[in-house]
């Protein structure tokens, strides 16, 4: 039997590579040649170039290629097995705070807890993921071995870290599935772990999320409805469009104005509710855009009312990203100039959150807004921390009292005190009160009792197209004036 291949020789510590054949010799026997070749420098060298491919060239470990690799193998040998995502939180401020240099010494020193843990458990397997993400990976282990790696990775990172000769806190979110499932690929199975760290993140960090079917229908749904949001507010925000929701005087149950509130319309999901896509435009950073275009429909839609020879206020929200952008005035202006509508009808509501920036510089902007006739309107009042500071200092014509006050009016008398002691004080100041989602009867009566000036809130109206609008609340009176 002839015999060959790659063999090491621990006396000469090297590598070779044997061949054998069979020859004819002189005399015409059939001998064997083995030829024995130094390949120990191609094998070091190879080496090197695996290295190279599948470790990280910072903290050891294996890297994406190699954790494809082993996820791969998984998937074909359908060994029942955990993949776990960990991220560190706040990475960046490590970086920005001690240097990027100081922050490698921190990836360095994780990656050894890691490799220390992985010797300490043969079952499990770990992987440098990316910049501040690291993946382990573990074979046949019950929940409760789970639970308990968890549980020992939170807790080293809720201890103290040494870089720099000084101590720094990193915490880490994870996210964790199972795998591998029918028609696993490498990428669903990542795909899941990445879902989870997303809801792991928003759940405030420093927690470990489970993947479910749930958490991956929400987080596919938020995916799609992010590249929605970005293909319609970059094609003339299609399917944007204002709804109005009407404002009546509590004295006369009279129709003295709306407030305009964005809505979303995309046709994959029909209506998206505004508690969902307002913080998602927050955080695309499409915010103050989507807060120009209500200016600019509402503007439009006052203009036509107003020619109408309709005597109705519109209220149009403004959110503190647009008034602490540089160019906030100009836009405003510019806006007017396009909408041509008139500003005495116009009604800006902003938040008590103005109060956190410099408030002398929120005073200058709100009263060029009010020296061209504009009214403001504080929203969410009795929500934040500087209610009575923003009554004192702003330049204020309304005041809204949130809806969570006026919920519990009818059962709890001090929230009825509450609201006469605010209704006392505005009208002291000369502004009026508006009390927000109001929804009963009793509850109409109460604060028409306590002199609250106008009502606003399902009693009288949802929030609906402008057509509708008109439809059930201006026909008489547009079919007069023609």
Known sequence: MLFGGDYYSE????????????????????????????????INYERVIEK?????????????????????????????????????????????????????????????????????NKKLSIFRFGSDEFVVLLRDQDQAEIDEICKIIHDKFNT?????????????????????KLD???????????????????????????????????????IDLERLM??????????????YQPIFSSSEKKLVGCEALMRWNPPEFGQVSPAEFIPMAERLGYINLLGENII???????????????????????????????????????????TGAPPEKICFEVTESLAIHDMEKMKELLKHITDKGV???????????????????MPLNTIKIDKSFIDD???????????????????DLHIAVCAEGVEEQVQFDILRDLETDVIQGYYFGRPMPSDKFEEKFLSEKLQSVK
């Not at 090297?14 to 420098?41: A, M, P, Q, Y």
């Not at 880490?172 to 795998?179: H, I, P, R």
């Open 230 to 243: 970005h293909r319609d507010i970059t094609n003339g925000f299609a399917h944007f469009t204002a709804y």
């Open 160 to 180: 103290e870290w040494q870089i720099a000769n000084s101590t720094c806190y990193c915490t880490c979110s994870m996210g964790v599935a199972k795998f591998p």
């Open 375 to 393: 009214k403001i309107a504080l929203d969410d009042f009795g929500t934040g921390y500087s209610s009575l500071n923003c009554i004192k200092e």
């Open 184 to 222: 696993d690929t490498v990428n669903t199975v990542l795909k899941r772990i990445d879902l989870a760290i997303s809801y792991a993140k928003k759940q405030g960090k420093n927690c470990t999320i489970n993947y479910n079917e749930t958490i991956g229908r929400i987080l596919s749904r938020q």
């Open 296 to 338: 600019r429909i509402a503007g439009r839609q006052c203009k036509k009312w107003a020619d109408a020879g309709l005597d109705l206020r519109m209220n149009i929200n403004l959110s503190v990203g647009q008034i602490i952008e540089p160019d906030f005035l100009d836009k405003i202006d510019t806006l007017f100039d396009e």
């Open 11 to 42: 006396i000469m510590n090297k590598w070779f590579n044997v061949s054998e054949k069979l020859i004819k010799w002189h005399d015409g026997r059939t001998i064997r040649l083995c030829t024995l070749n130094d390949i120990s420098e191609k």
């Open 52 to 120: 190279q491919v599948f470790y990280d060239n910072l903290t050891g470990l294996p890297n994406r290629l190699s954790l494809d690799k082993s996820i791969q193998g998984i998937i074909e040998s359908d060994e029942n097995s955990t993949v776990m995502l960990i991220d560190l939180d706040n990475f960046k401020n490590i970086n920005d705070s001690y240097g990027h240099n100081n922050g490698d010494r921190l990836l360095k020193e994780i990656g050894k807890f890691f490799e220390d843990f992985a010797q300490k």
């Open 409 to 427: 009016i009818a059962k709890n008398p001090d929230t009825a005190v509450f609201v006469k002691m605010i209704v006392n004080l505005s009208h």
